[in-house]
């Protein structure tokens, strides 16, 4: 990354550097056809050369791209990986999900904030740093995780944040810190039809040209497979009715957004599987009548990028991908969006408006994405790994993968398996494997609680382990989180409730404003100020938001609270301070500040007792 | 079929590609909401206008009429999720009726008063927004904005003029305005825009006309919003056509 940093807003208009920053913002918006609809790859792509969007770099691109200028703001204030501010030459995030929680990131973030003499969310005043945590980066299996400049960094350890420092404070360039820091691995440690699938690129794009569209729809509706991003949507209903659908181009989505706190199975398809994922894309464009697919990858999983276009590349020159692929007539073509940290992007029509350059808000549905998707056309959104099984369903027909799994799930599902495990990783299991054969598999003894399907779906207890995983039983994305009978599961419960109220996309009031009344009771009890009756809140919440939100996300974001509060009863009421209603506002910590202007800190400038009068007032605080 | 469909027991017509709030409206059947405005396309997020469709819950504004449905409107499970979300709209923004210029024309409050609102509730969030005066004409308190979005809509489909956006993600969504310096007296925004009327609450106010009508003799201190409103809105749905 080159970064000017600080001086850039002292820039002035008309300077020699000013009309450097000009010509740069100029090829880059020449190399996207100044077409808006790439906004979010554009204010990428500046960012990387500018350190941050300026407001008159934000102006320029608006006027380049011909859009209001407030709207090109909106996009850029949207996405958590940009910046509207100075953060500094090394923007260091660190991977907040539970399970790096788990694995002790706070230490090493206060460690590294420490030594480089800042406070979290802030420039160090240099103007070379910033460091700040982040919602789950993918890495569960191998953390503490952290983002250096957009560059994942696995496996830390304090002594990995103390050469750290010492690279920043050298001015040391991310991409010259040791190699071995950047390193992923894949942790696969059961295989079954996917994992080992044993065939060559292109194998199973051949065999489904040999079926044609209309035979290659009948395996997959006689596979009865299920979509794999959560809602298990039949995969043949889906691609029949957007090829049903009238329109001047039909496209496919790949989503490889993979934002579920806890799941990284899609990772590693795209790492090490990708030519049966574009495979599956180009199979899913043959089904469809599309030409033309995307792919949607989250911006945690950057790394990727330059390798998965090369791959592209290599594939076009095959005959595997483009025009006339293998020489049978049919053309299509993929292209690489990298999102920008926003979990809603995962949700397809939020991912199809990110696409378009938008924030990532849900569209009001119907219409769906099968007959209005990207730009109005038809689309379908899949997720990496049902791509992938469409994949091996063309070579091995539908009949071979509904003997696997259970009537209602057919096939096998990749779980992603971290926390508290002797082996952390992916495991490809037939559906019906039950949560206890899970746990058997990587190594978890004494086990107190299992998250099923990430931040957004149940927690299980130990008597319910014998439960099956399968879209009938115990559904899942392939989240699996485990916790071991010394975890605080209230922990757990207020990690969730940050990461909900910092992703919510702000569009509908239950989930905007619900999130962040969640976040704050939990907080409350954290501080020692709860009651029973802020529990009884968060029942409140949870019967509004489910049903009255717009979206999945505000419409799951509470079940695993509510879980955890009918399971695990006594980690929430350990936390009450009284049995009656107390106030959020503790007037003695309010008067801090003016303790701390006066340099007093004797017995007269502390209140003594709790002046609970001053109920329902709440100091405004930071945001999560 | 017959085009019509039953709100609340009672049978309310419908024409074909009208929504739920609309035939409702048309018939002088008021739906609580706030985002929805009947010369706008439907935005769908205030949630206001939730009602149950066969036992689901969907928002009015956005859901095609169909005849048949049986939609549940002003029962005291709704008006209890309703008043829950207008507290959430009260303690999220800075709220201070008495000494607002919009009190007795604010849709938020006279909303709150239909549901029986008493109090908001929940902690306040008591959010930092500046107010923006810059404009000759208009002044800008967004510490009452619902982000309804109705000004940008309007401003977009009607003025021409894309003035106004929502920024930001979540709780930190804001509203800005199209300029550089983020002032509206660097925008091409004027008094007579159709956005300088929309406004339900009390953000964007014309200056030197405050309180030219006594508190007390305001439209909603006259009459409650469920009578208000359809009046209104009925004339305006039957004009539409
Ligand atoms: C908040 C939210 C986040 C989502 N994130 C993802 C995701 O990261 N990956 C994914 O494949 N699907 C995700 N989904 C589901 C998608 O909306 C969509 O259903 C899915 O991509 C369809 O693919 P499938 O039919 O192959 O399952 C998410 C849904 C919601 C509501
Ligand atoms: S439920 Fe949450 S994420 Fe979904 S539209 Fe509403 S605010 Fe956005
Ligand atoms: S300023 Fe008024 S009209 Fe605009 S979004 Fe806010 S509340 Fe709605
Ligand atoms: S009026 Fe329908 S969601 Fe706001
Ligand atoms: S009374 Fe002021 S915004 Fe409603």
Known sequence: MVIKSMHDSLRIPGSQEDSVAAAKIATILDRHARDGTRLVQILREVQDAEGWLSPATLSAIAEGIGWPRAQVESTANFYSFFHTRPLGEYRILFSDNITDRMLGNQDLMRSLCQKLWLEPGHMSEDGLVSVDATSCTGMCDQGPALLANYRTITRLTPERIDEMAHLIRRRVPVGDWPSDWFHVEDNIRRRDALLDHGLAPGEALAAALDRGPAGLLGEIERSALRGRGGAGFGSDIKWRSCRDAWGDAHYVICNADEGEPGTFKDRVLLSSYFDMVVDGMCIAGFAIGASKGFIYLRGEYRYLLDRLETRLAQRREAGLLGRNILGRGFSFDIEIHLGAGAYICGEESALIESLEGKPGKPRIRPPFPVTHGYLAQPTTVNNVETLALAALIAVKGGEWFRGIGTAYSTGTKLLSVSGDVARPGIYEFPFGVTVAEVLEAAGAPDTQAVTTAGAAGSCLSADEFGRHIAFEDVPTGGSIMVFDRSRDMFEVARNFAHFFAHESCGFCTPCRVGTAVNARLLDKLANDHGSPYDLDEMEKMHRLMQGASHCGLGNTATIALRDMLAKFRPAFDRRLHSPDYEPGFDLDAALSQARQMTGRDDPGAHLTDNLSAHAGETPSEAQP | ?241
């Open chain 2, 1 to 241: 079929m017959n085009n019509s469909f039953l709100l609340d027991g009672e049978d309310v017509p419908f024409i074909p590609g009208q929504t739920v709030m609309q035939a409702a409206a048309a018939a002088g059947k008021y739906i609580p909401h706030l985002c929805w405005h009947p010369d706008f396309t439907a935005h769908g997020s205030c949630k206001l206008c939730t009602v149950k469709i066969g036992g689901r819950f969907a928002t009015a504004c956005t859901t095609r009429a169909a005849a048949g449905q049986e939609v549940d409107n002003r029962t005291e499970e709704l008006t209890a999720k309703r008043r829950t979300l207008l507290q959430l709209l009260f303690v999220e923004g800075n709220h201070f009726c008495p000494s607002c210029e919009k009190s007795g024309n604010c849709v938020l409050q006279a909303t709150a008063y239909e549901m029986g609102m008493l109090s908001p509730h929940f902690d306040h969030f008591y959010p930092d927004r500046a107010v923006d005066a810059s404009h000759p004409d208009v002044l800008l308190d967004f510490n009452r904005c619902i982000m309804c979005e109705l000004c940008v809509r309007a401003s977009r489909e009607v003025d021409g003029k894309d003035v106004f956006a929502l920024s930001g993600r979540g709780a930190k969504s804001h509203l800005i305005v199209n300029s550089e310096t983020g002032r509206l007296a660097d925008t091409d925004f004027a008094v007579t825009d159709r956005a300088a009327e929309v406004c339900p609450v009390g953000v964007i106010l014309k200056k030197r006309v405050g309180f030219a009508v006594p508190i007390g003799q305001r439209d909603y201190d006259e009459k409650p919003i469920s009578e208000k409103a359809v009046g209104k809105v009925a004339d305006g749905v039957k004009e539409a056509g």
